[in-house]
T-cell receptor
Framework: NAGVMQNPRHLVRRRGQEARLRCSPMKGHSHVYWYRQLPEEGLKFMVYLQKENIIDESGMPKERFSAEFPKEGPSILRIQQVVRGDSAAYFC????????????????FGPGTRLTVT | DAKTTQPTSMDCAEGRAANLPCNHSTISGNEYVYWYRQIHSQGPQYIIHGLKNNETNEMASLIITEDRKSSTLILPHATLRDTAVYYCIVRVSQKLVFGQGTRLTINP
């Protein structure tokens, strides 16, 4: 069973360009989470999605950032008009869907995408 | 989610048990204690979690005090590959809130 996959692993963009980061969750997982890790800092939650729905986007910057998890295909984190401060590692995690008890499941992380803005 | 306090760094000799403490004095009754680790900028790796009882799996043991205000992660026989940043997280919601963690260095 393949783990969480992210691509590209490294992405270089010039200021003002767009960055698209992809995340394929583990098989059978329908919940996806995006986190950002700035250099020498801990991970910060950005957004939590289920198929076709954004559940919690409390950590997303209000402008330039968007996320989706379509019915078919990977989850996409999109950053428009990138700036140098967007340079970071972006991690995606996935977990199984809720059971009837609404339990919290452990999250499994991908290897991350390292974005460098020049 | 409740706040956690961990030592910034720790050292442990290879082959010995590594005991990583975590304080979570404001934890509420329905919050779980989770441990993750991050090895050299890789994606975080789930280790173990618990609510009230002590837990053990193939990676580690988790000891939670009776009042639940603190816990200890135990790596019974540390190896060089256990060098990583270890995060203690208390959570009731779906998102994980990472603190600064403990940088554990295993020395040969």
């Amino acid at each position: 069973n393949a783990g969480v996959m992210q691509n590209p692993r490294h992405l270089v963009r010039r200021r003002g360009q767009e960055a698209r980061l992809r995340c394929s969750p583990m098989k059978g997982h329908s919940h996806v989470y995006w986190y950002r890790q700035l250099p020498e800092e801990g991970l910060k939650f950005m957004v939590y999605l289920q198929k076709e729905n954004i559940i919690d986007e409390s950590g997303m910057p209000k402008e330039r950032f968007s996320a989706e998890f379509p019915k078919e295909g990977p989850s996409i984190l999109r950053i428009q008009q990138v700036v140098r401060g967007d340079s970071a590692a972006y991690f995606c995690a996935s977990s199984p869907h809720h059971g009837t008890s609404g339990g919290i499941y452990e999250q499994y992380f991908g290897p991350g995408t390292r974005l460098t803005v020049t | 989610d409740a706040k956690t306090t961990q030592p910034t760094s720790m050292d442990c000799a290879e082959g010995r048990a590594a005991n990583l403490p975590c304080n979570h004095s404001t934890i509420s009754g329905n919050e779980y204690v989770y441990w993750y680790r991050q090895i050299h900028s890789q994606g975080p790796q789930y280790i173990i979690h618990g609510l009230k009882n002590n837990e053990t799996n193939e990676m580690a043991s988790l000891i939670i005090t009776e009042d639940r205000k603190s816990s200890t992660l135990i790596l019974p026989h540390a190896t060089l590959r256990d060098t990583a940043v270890y995060y203690c997280i208390v959570r009731v919601s779906q998102k994980l809130v990472f603190g600064q963690g403990t940088r554990l260095t295993i020395n040969p």
